[in-house]
T-cell receptor, first 113, second 112 residues
Framework: SQTIHQWPATLVQPVGSPLSLECTVE??????LYWYRQAAGRGLQLLFY??????ISSEVPQNLSASRPQDRQFILSSKKLLLSDSGFYLC????????????FGQGTRLTVV | SQQGEEDPQALSIQEGENATMNCSYK?????LQWYRQNSGRGLVHLIL?????REKHSGRLRVTLDTSKKSSSLLITASRAADTASYFC????????????FGKGTKLTVNP
Protein backbone atom coordinates (compact mmCIF):
# COMPACT_ATOMS: atom_id res chain seq x y z
CA SER A 1 0.00 0.00 0.00
CA GLN A 2 1.04 3.56 -0.55
CA THR A 3 2.26 5.76 2.26
CA ILE A 4 3.49 9.31 2.50
CA HIS A 5 5.99 10.53 5.05
CA GLN A 6 6.50 14.16 5.91
CA TRP A 7 8.88 15.48 8.53
CA PRO A 8 9.47 17.10 10.88
CA ALA A 9 6.05 17.48 12.50
CA THR A 10 6.94 20.78 14.15
CA LEU A 11 9.76 23.22 13.60
CA VAL A 12 10.73 26.51 15.18
CA GLN A 13 13.26 28.49 13.20
CA PRO A 14 14.73 31.99 13.58
CA VAL A 15 14.22 34.62 10.92
CA GLY A 16 16.94 34.43 8.30
CA SER A 17 17.71 30.77 8.84
CA PRO A 18 17.42 28.16 6.06
CA LEU A 19 14.62 25.64 5.75
CA SER A 20 14.39 22.13 4.42
CA LEU A 21 11.20 20.06 4.67
CA GLU A 22 11.19 16.62 3.20
CA CYS A 23 8.41 14.44 1.88
CA THR A 24 8.70 10.91 0.55
CA VAL A 25 6.16 8.56 -0.94
CA GLU A 26 6.27 4.78 -0.86
CA UNK A 27 4.37 2.16 -2.77
CA UNK A 28 3.75 4.05 -6.00
CA UNK A 29 5.76 5.37 -8.90
CA UNK A 30 5.66 8.57 -10.95
CA UNK A 31 3.22 10.36 -8.63
CA UNK A 32 2.12 13.95 -8.88
CA LEU A 33 3.53 15.75 -5.84
CA TYR A 34 2.28 18.88 -4.12
CA TRP A 35 3.31 21.33 -1.43
CA TYR A 36 0.52 23.34 0.18
CA ARG A 37 0.61 25.95 2.91
CA GLN A 38 -2.24 26.58 5.29
CA ALA A 39 -2.39 29.73 7.39
CA ALA A 40 -4.17 29.45 10.73
CA GLY A 41 -7.88 28.81 10.20
CA ARG A 42 -7.55 29.25 6.45
CA GLY A 43 -7.67 27.20 3.29
CA LEU A 44 -4.84 25.50 1.46
CA GLN A 45 -2.65 27.53 -0.82
CA LEU A 46 -0.91 25.52 -3.53
CA LEU A 47 2.78 26.39 -3.49
CA PHE A 48 4.40 23.86 -5.83
CA TYR A 49 3.21 21.11 -8.10
CA UNK A 50 5.42 18.47 -9.72
CA UNK A 51 4.59 15.95 -12.42
CA UNK A 52 8.07 14.41 -12.54
CA UNK A 53 11.72 14.65 -11.56
CA UNK A 54 12.93 18.23 -11.99
CA UNK A 55 9.51 19.21 -13.35
CA ILE A 56 8.14 21.67 -10.84
CA SER A 57 5.58 24.40 -11.24
CA SER A 58 5.65 27.32 -8.82
CA GLU A 59 2.15 28.57 -8.19
CA VAL A 60 2.85 31.75 -6.26
CA PRO A 61 5.89 34.01 -6.03
CA GLN A 62 7.48 33.57 -2.66
CA ASN A 63 10.54 33.05 -0.57
CA LEU A 64 10.40 29.29 -1.02
CA SER A 65 11.64 26.79 -3.57
CA ALA A 66 11.01 23.12 -4.21
CA SER A 67 13.05 20.32 -5.65
CA ARG A 68 12.35 16.74 -6.69
CA PRO A 69 15.69 14.96 -6.84
CA GLN A 70 14.08 11.53 -6.99
CA ASP A 71 10.76 10.27 -8.28
CA ARG A 72 9.19 9.94 -4.84
CA GLN A 73 11.00 12.67 -2.95
CA PHE A 74 9.84 16.28 -2.74
CA ILE A 75 11.74 18.91 -0.79
CA LEU A 76 10.61 22.38 0.23
CA SER A 77 13.41 24.84 0.93
CA SER A 78 14.22 28.39 1.77
CA LYS A 79 17.58 30.13 2.00
CA LYS A 80 16.36 32.76 4.47
CA LEU A 81 13.09 32.40 6.34
CA LEU A 82 10.74 35.33 6.88
CA LEU A 83 8.20 35.73 9.67
CA SER A 84 5.49 35.43 7.03
CA ASP A 85 6.69 31.91 6.16
CA SER A 86 5.12 30.62 9.39
CA GLY A 87 2.28 28.21 8.77
CA PHE A 88 1.22 24.61 8.38
CA TYR A 89 2.88 22.93 5.39
CA LEU A 90 1.32 19.91 3.79
CA CYS A 91 2.80 17.54 1.27
CA UNK A 92 0.51 15.42 -0.88
CA UNK A 93 0.66 12.98 -3.75
CA UNK A 94 -1.81 11.82 -6.35
CA UNK A 95 -1.75 9.26 -9.10
CA UNK A 96 -2.05 9.96 -12.80
CA UNK A 97 -5.30 10.36 -14.65
CA UNK A 98 -8.31 12.58 -14.82
CA UNK A 99 -10.05 11.51 -11.64
CA UNK A 100 -7.56 10.86 -8.94
CA UNK A 101 -7.63 11.71 -5.29
CA UNK A 102 -4.81 13.17 -3.25
CA UNK A 103 -3.19 11.63 -0.20
CA PHE A 104 -1.74 13.96 2.39
CA GLY A 105 1.10 13.78 4.86
CA GLN A 106 0.51 14.77 8.44
CA GLY A 107 1.91 18.23 7.96
CA THR A 108 4.71 20.36 9.41
CA ARG A 109 3.90 23.23 11.74
CA LEU A 110 6.56 25.87 11.04
CA THR A 111 6.97 28.82 13.35
CA VAL A 112 9.46 31.48 12.37
CA VAL A 113 10.55 33.59 15.34
CA SER B 1 -5.62 31.89 -6.76
CA GLN B 2 -8.35 30.07 -4.92
CA GLN B 3 -10.63 28.09 -7.17
CA GLY B 4 -13.21 26.85 -4.70
CA GLU B 5 -15.03 28.91 -2.13
CA GLU B 6 -16.93 27.12 0.58
CA ASP B 7 -19.75 28.51 2.63
CA PRO B 8 -20.53 28.86 5.37
CA GLN B 9 -17.09 29.46 6.84
CA ALA B 10 -18.25 27.91 10.09
CA LEU B 11 -21.23 25.77 11.02
CA SER B 12 -22.33 24.59 14.45
CA ILE B 13 -25.08 21.98 14.82
CA GLN B 14 -26.37 19.42 17.30
CA GLU B 15 -25.70 15.72 17.02
CA GLY B 16 -28.29 14.03 14.85
CA GLU B 17 -28.91 17.07 12.67
CA ASN B 18 -27.88 17.28 9.04
CA ALA B 19 -25.01 19.52 7.94
CA THR B 20 -24.87 21.12 4.51
CA MET B 21 -21.80 22.82 3.12
CA ASN B 22 -21.52 24.52 -0.22
CA CYS B 23 -18.69 25.11 -2.65
CA SER B 24 -18.54 27.44 -5.62
CA TYR B 25 -15.82 27.50 -8.24
CA LYS B 26 -14.86 29.73 -11.11
CA UNK B 27 -13.55 27.78 -14.08
CA UNK B 28 -14.60 24.61 -15.85
CA UNK B 29 -13.61 21.45 -14.04
CA UNK B 30 -12.98 17.79 -14.69
CA UNK B 31 -14.04 16.72 -11.24
CA LEU B 32 -14.71 18.05 -7.76
CA GLN B 33 -13.60 16.42 -4.55
CA TRP B 34 -14.39 16.87 -0.88
CA TYR B 35 -11.82 16.41 1.87
CA ARG B 36 -11.94 16.42 5.62
CA GLN B 37 -9.27 17.78 7.99
CA ASN B 38 -9.13 17.16 11.68
CA SER B 39 -7.45 19.96 13.59
CA GLY B 40 -3.72 20.09 12.97
CA ARG B 41 -3.68 17.03 10.71
CA GLY B 42 -3.46 16.22 7.04
CA LEU B 43 -6.50 16.06 4.78
CA VAL B 44 -8.40 12.88 4.08
CA HIS B 45 -10.30 12.29 0.86
CA LEU B 46 -14.05 11.78 1.27
CA ILE B 47 -15.69 11.66 -2.13
CA LEU B 48 -15.13 12.59 -5.78
CA UNK B 49 -17.79 13.61 -8.27
CA UNK B 50 -17.07 13.88 -11.96
CA UNK B 51 -18.26 16.78 -14.06
CA UNK B 52 -20.79 14.57 -15.86
CA UNK B 53 -22.35 13.39 -12.58
CA ARG B 54 -25.04 15.26 -10.67
CA GLU B 55 -25.20 13.37 -7.39
CA LYS B 56 -23.16 10.85 -5.49
CA HIS B 57 -23.57 9.03 -2.18
CA SER B 58 -21.13 7.45 0.22
CA GLY B 59 -22.50 6.29 3.56
CA ARG B 60 -23.89 9.36 5.33
CA LEU B 61 -22.40 11.67 2.71
CA ARG B 62 -24.29 13.06 -0.25
CA VAL B 63 -22.62 15.30 -2.81
CA THR B 64 -24.34 17.22 -5.57
CA LEU B 65 -22.78 19.05 -8.48
CA ASP B 66 -24.37 21.74 -10.63
CA THR B 67 -21.93 22.64 -13.39
CA SER B 68 -24.26 25.31 -14.80
CA LYS B 69 -24.04 27.16 -11.50
CA LYS B 70 -20.44 26.07 -10.85
CA SER B 71 -21.39 24.84 -7.41
CA SER B 72 -21.41 21.73 -5.26
CA SER B 73 -22.86 20.80 -1.92
CA LEU B 74 -21.85 18.26 0.71
CA LEU B 75 -24.56 16.93 2.98
CA ILE B 76 -23.70 14.94 6.09
CA THR B 77 -26.78 13.24 7.48
CA ALA B 78 -27.38 12.28 11.10
CA SER B 79 -24.22 14.05 12.20
CA ARG B 80 -22.06 12.79 15.05
CA ALA B 81 -19.61 14.56 17.34
CA ALA B 82 -16.85 12.71 15.49
CA ASP B 83 -17.80 14.59 12.31
CA THR B 84 -16.35 17.75 13.86
CA ALA B 85 -13.65 18.86 11.43
CA SER B 86 -12.97 21.26 8.58
CA TYR B 87 -14.28 20.31 5.16
CA PHE B 88 -12.72 21.44 1.90
CA CYS B 89 -13.69 21.17 -1.71
CA UNK B 90 -11.01 20.79 -4.35
CA UNK B 91 -11.22 21.04 -8.10
CA UNK B 92 -9.19 19.64 -10.93
CA UNK B 93 -9.44 21.39 -14.26
CA UNK B 94 -8.43 18.44 -16.40
CA UNK B 95 -7.23 18.99 -19.93
CA UNK B 96 -3.82 17.66 -18.98
CA UNK B 97 -3.68 19.57 -15.70
CA UNK B 98 -4.23 17.30 -12.73
CA UNK B 99 -3.31 19.72 -9.98
CA UNK B 100 -5.82 20.16 -7.19
CA UNK B 101 -6.84 23.60 -6.02
CA PHE B 102 -8.61 23.85 -2.68
CA GLY B 103 -11.13 26.25 -1.23
CA LYS B 104 -10.96 27.91 2.17
CA GLY B 105 -13.05 25.29 3.92
CA THR B 106 -16.00 25.08 6.26
CA LYS B 107 -15.33 24.42 9.93
CA LEU B 108 -18.05 22.11 11.22
CA THR B 109 -18.71 21.66 14.93
CA VAL B 110 -21.14 18.96 15.99
CA ASN B 111 -22.20 19.40 19.60
CA PRO B 112 -23.07 16.25 21.58
Amino acid sequence: SQTIHQWPATLVQPVGSPLSLECTVEGTSNPNLYWYRQAAGRGLQLLFYSIGIDQISSEVPQNLSASRPQDRQFILSSKKLLLSDSGFYLCAWSGRGASVKAFFGQGTRLTVV
Amino acid sequence: SQQGEEDPQALSIQEGENATMNCSYKTSINNLQWYRQNSGRGLVHLILIRSNEREKHSGRLRVTLDTSKKSSSLLITASRAADTASYFCATSKGGGSEKLVFGKGTKLTVNP
